[in-house]
């Protein structure tokens, strides 16, 4: 690897979050490697022109099925080496939250890599349990429900028991045991060896997560039933004589755990329940341990919110651990431990690739060189005065001297006082200075706050063809961080600090924050656009809870979609699945094409009738409009 390589994949941070899935090959292109070998490569750019060549143009998600199985043997590798380690005598299973990403496609290949380990599902919806009561599991995998239900949800999951599945029902409230208990007696009537669901009680724990979902956890959290309704439970299906039902312990104190501590502290909690209960004769199988083990964005390997400060042999390590060290010390079996992991198994997988559409001129650039003459007003020729003397040890003060001078050139220029002319060159001399306080504060260790804001606002803004509402939306909504990287020119040194506007017709439609292993960077290095060469960039770690939860503002639907296997060859496209059309996403806010269409065709039609247009001119018209419905949302090169 060049030097120059080597040095921008430490500015994007590749071997800090890339989890060893990514890295740079000679030509100077992103490639992703096979977790089975990472000598076997696939190289992102080449894929993208592939595509293009196909008529598949940016945005594209790419899928890579093989580092979800990567994912599911590093979990499973784990938690194998744990129990070993500490002489655990229960097992591991893993159920995927189907809510991370619904996708049939990932929800297929997870089940074909984890059927292997006994992986299942959990639902937390009817429309999730339909789905999988549908889908193959293997014999001795669990599917585990979660989530508030009502008697469908929950006659459901006897349909599945009937189906021959493990379905278990967490009991999330007192309602839900109430149709069960019904729905029990309606199977039993006629065979009293009908096929049941297993029960399990989600229990609302004292210790709370760390991080953005922390309020899933601890005593006001939304889910779980306290200590009193648990005993209830437990009574009332003791009563009814159906106590053997229940067979599982759960918990979930929130998704993107930070702090380790947090979580042994949790897993302590938990296991002293399940070893309370186990010591009324209840002999529960299962200890659930919920989600939440996170990923890694940045790489920083801190406690910080978008990163980590464990990996999953240490999560494995301390589960195991404290979980045995509790049942020893209560006289009680090791249980099978239950994860729900969805965010660690699902997020390295996929990919967005764009291209940088454009450049976004923000501020105020000479044209011409400006020339001060005596009778300039006074603020235009104190604002050129900053620029002349400003240097590297007055560069704070001088730049709060223009943010000032600023503020009156424009109360002088609405009160009629000064001319357009004077008001222009006022305008292109403070953002003189600003570039000038800006290089001089980039020159210190420390840069302070306001001249972050000032890089911000001083950087160049790349537009870039995605909507972050359809594609990152945690970005805009949380604030979370993801890597964003270019997939070509990383052997050649990126020059420009930019931020990324993306083509939504809103503000918010930004990207500011990025991804750094000491702080959180307020502009991503990219290289200088060239003309009539396009410029790509990869979103990173994409794969959880982005593509279902990414909505449709101004209508950007779905993506292309691309599913790629990585082989002795190179790339192989093993899938390509067509992103929404105009028609498709019009169709979501109840708009038919056919209506369209329809309509369109009747005031062109009047338009001919009164000889406004020729019958040639309003076919073409018609014709044009009609072809559209089809084409992609994003924008394309030279039509489509
Ligand atoms: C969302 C959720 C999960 C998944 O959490 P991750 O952080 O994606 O691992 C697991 N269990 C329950 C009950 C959930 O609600």
Known sequence: MSSVTEQTVE???????????????????????SPENENLTADVKEIIDDLRKRGINTPILLRFPQLLFGQIRKLQSSFKR??????????????????????????????????????????????ELY??????????????????????????????AGAGK??????????????????????TAENPDAALPMLGVRVKLYSKGSGKWEKSGGEAAKFGLTTTEILEVIRQLQDAGRIEMLKLLHFHIGSQLTDIKRIKNAMKEAARTYAKIHQMGIPIDYLDVGGGMAVDYDGSR?????????????????????????????????PTIIQESGRFLSAYHAILVTNIQDEIETIVVNITPIEIKTDDPQVVRELHDLRETINAKNYREYYHD???????????????????????KGEVLFWDVCEKADQFAQLKK????????????????????????????????????????????????????????????????????????????????????????????????VGAYQEVMGNNHNLFGVPHEAHIFIGEDGHIIKKVIYGATLADTLMTVRFDAVNLHDQFRRAVMKRIKDGQLSTKEGTQLIEFYENQAESYTYLTPNGS
């Open 11 to 33: 500015t994007y941070g590749i071997d800090n979050w890339g989890a060893g899935y990514f890295g740079v090959n000679r030509k100077g292109n992103l490639v992703v490697k």
């Open 82 to 127: 744990a129990i070993k380690e500490f002489d655990y005598d229960g097992g591991h299973l893993c159920v995927y939250p189907m809510k991370v990403n619904q996708n049939r496609a990932v929800i297929e290949e997870y089940l074909r890599e984890g059927s292997r380990y006994n992986f299942g599902l959990e639902a937390g919806s009817k429309a």
């Open 131 to 160: 789905a999988a009561l549908a889908l193959e599991q293997s014999k001795d995998s669990l599917l585990v429900l979660n989530g508030f239900k009502d008697r469908d949800f929950v006659k459901l999951a006897f349909a599945g």
């Open 166 to 187: 493990n379905v278990v029902i967490v009991i999330e409230k007192m309602s839900e045991l109430d149709h069960t208990l019904a729905l029990v007696a309606e199977a």
């Open 302 to 334: 801190t406690s910080f919110e978008s990163s980590a400060n464990y990996n999953a042999q240490e999560f494995a390590n301390d589960v195991i651990y404290v979980i045995k060290t509790v049942c020893d010390d209560e006289n009680v079996p090791h």
């Open 402 to 424: 223009a943010l000032e001078n600023r503020e009156e050139l424009f109360t002088m220029f609405n009160l009629g006082l000064i001319s357009l002319e004077d008001k222009g």
């Open 446 to 541: 420390y840069v302070a706050e306001e001249f972050d804001e000032l890089r911000r606002l001083m950087c160049a803004k790349y537009l870039a063809n995605f909507s972050v509402f359809r594609s990152m939306p945690d970005n805009w909504a949380l604030e979370q961080l993801f890597p964003i990287i270019p997939i070509h020119k990383l052997n050649k040194k990126p020059t420009e600090y930019a931020t990324l506007c993306d083509i939504t017709c809103d503000s918010d439609g930004i990207v500011d924050k990025f991804v750094d292993l000491h702080d959180v960077k307020p502009v991503l290095e990219l290289h200088k656009l060239v003309k009539n060469e396009p410029y790509y960039l990869a979103m990173m770690l």
